[in-house]
């Protein structure tokens, strides 16, 4: 399926059409919720809200908010859910069922969601990593791919940046690319289009915005993050993941956090080592010393705590000018 643009700037991938070809990453938890998704799709983007570790009810009514927020169609509402949460497929029927545009999966690879795509008729956006995992996608019917690097926030699926793994993946395969990790200014969006991405992904951009429903602790935290402030973490959910320095990321290094004493079996597999759900509420929230703040690496170019409108104002250029 080849992407292009109709009327302008119009881009049809599967049957989705779109103004802007940027996703807005779906962070969990609570951090992309409806205001934010729709705001994103209000724009001519694609809002994702992230339907992990929050009850099908709240992920069904943020859905139906975040497209009424949206008002007259100009880009789309999805979900991301990731793979590795203990009600993946309930989460993403039900999204389906309140009228998810499209769904979005990472933390793992599920052969699964392809049959529910097709049975279901919706585009699966997978994230991947890798040349193997972009083609094997390709081949279970994706309707576009993700490519996320080592650089993103959050759960990663590579070492590597985005920058040394896009180009070969845009050449692997025959559907739409959009390129995730590093992008928090135009020229990152521009890189990754010259790297043959017909889009990005911009999760870390979007946390300091002020339409983001986290606290103000957090964005400010992003503001003045510096260069070499984010460190790599293993989660309990046995992938690496990028988050900023912090109390909680210093007594995980050292090996002193306090190993959690409940559990809701959020995951599929978990090691115990910590509560990545509670960690990152308190995050939300603003619990400086005891949350866990996922971040791309370059979120030290971050200077700012804008609208969403004023993302896009500073992005558009870029694509109008392909």
């Not at 292009?4 to 989705?16: P, R």
């Not at 998704?37 to 709240?58: H, K, M, P, Q, Y």
């Not at 890189?191 to 986290?214: K, N, P, S, Y």
Request: aromatic share 6%; hydrophobic share 45%.
């Amino acid at each position: 399926m080849v992407s292009n643009f109709l009327g302008g700037f119009i881009m049809k991938i599967g049957n989705l059409e779109i103004e802007v070809p940027i996703i807005q990453g779906g962070m969990a938890i609570r951090a992309s919720m409806s205001r934010l998704a729709g705001a994103v799709a209000r724009e001519g983007g694609i809002g994702l809200i992230a339907g992990s570790a929050i009850g099908i009810e709240e992920l069904k009514s943020e859905i139906i908010k975040a497209k009424e927020y949206m008002g007259e169609k100009a880009g789309a509402i999805g979900v991301n859910v990731m793979v590795a949460v203990s009600n993946f497929e309930e989460a993403v029927n039900a999204s389906i069922d309140a009228g998810a545009e499209l769904i979005v999966c990472g933390a793992g690879f599920s052969k699964g969601i392809f049959k529910i795509g097709k049975e279901r008729n919706i585009p699966i956006f997978p994230i991947v990593s890798s040349v193997k995992g972009a083609k094997l996608s390709e081949r279970l019917g994706a309707t576009a791919i993700v490519v996320e690097g080592g650089n993103a926030g959050g759960h990663l699926g590579t070492d590597l940046d985005s920058w040394d793994i896009v180009k070969d993946i845009v050449e692997a395969v025959n559907i739409p690319v959009f390129g995730a990790g590093g992008v928090i200014e135009p020229e990152d969006a521009k890189r990754m289009l010259d790297l043959g991405a017909v889009g990005v992904q911009m999760g870390t951009r979007f946390i300091a915005t002020t339409e983001c429903e986290v606290g103000d602790e957090f964005k400010e935290m992003y503001v003045h993050t510096k260069k070499g402030e984010v460190v790599e973490i293993a989660s309990c959910a046995g992938l690496p993941a990028n988050a900023i320095i912090s109390p909680f990321v210093n007594r995980l290094k050292a090996g002193t956090q306090e190993r959690p004493t409940k559990c809701v079996h959020c995951l599929k597999k978990c090691d115990y080592t910590f509560c990545v759900n509670e960690k990152l509420v308190a995050g939300h929230h603003g619990d400086l010393e005891n949350g866990v703040f996922f971040a791309g690496k370059d979120v030290w170019k971050i200077k700012d705590i804008v609208s969403v409108k004023e993302v896009f104002k500073r992005f558009k250029p870029v694509f109008e000018n392909r």
